[in-house]
Nanobody, 126 residues
Framework: QLQLVESGGGLVQPGGSLRLSCAASGFILDYYGIGWFRQAPGKEREWISCISSRGDLTNYPDSVKGRFTISRDNAMHTVYLEMNSLKPEATAVYYC???????????????????WGQGTQVTVSS
């Protein structure tokens, strides 16, 4: 079964940290770049990070740069997103996705991904 499963979401106070995990199964993770997206209530889905198949290339939008870190452990079939200094506006459902093979090493558009997890809720509130 080809599957991505997010975990690690929850309730955190402003300024706090969370570490999200994306567990992959049913395919060879080494061949694929992975992206993270989030969608807040009433908002469009927003790209927040990407990592190449080898982990040598990463990218972030200015909104999270310096506070979020994406990493991967191919041997464990898992991609991580460490989120620090969280703000209330970070409240959203967070998704990981598999990049289409042969496409950009670190893609930023939704149509460059072909498989999505079901998401994990992150709530930043005091």
């Amino acid at each position: 079964q080809l599957q991505l499963v997010e975990s690690g979401g929850g309730l955190v106070q402003p300024g706090g940290s969370l570490r999200l995990s994306c567990a992959a199964s049913g395919f060879i993770l080494d061949y694929y770049g992975i992206g993270w997206f989030r969608q807040a209530p009433g908002k469009e889905r927003e790209w927040i990070s990407c990592i190449s198949s080898r982990g040598d290339l990463t990218n972030y939008p200015d909104s999270v740069k310096g506070r979020f870190t994406i990493s991967r452990d191919n041997a464990m079939h898992t991609v991580y997103l460490e989120m620090n200094s969280l703000k209330p506006e970070a409240t959203a459902v967070y998704y990981c996705a598999r990049r289409r093979i042969g496409w950009s090493p670190c893609a930023t558009r939704e149509n460059e991904y072909d498989t999505w997890g079901q998401g994990t809720q992150v709530t930043v509130s005091s």
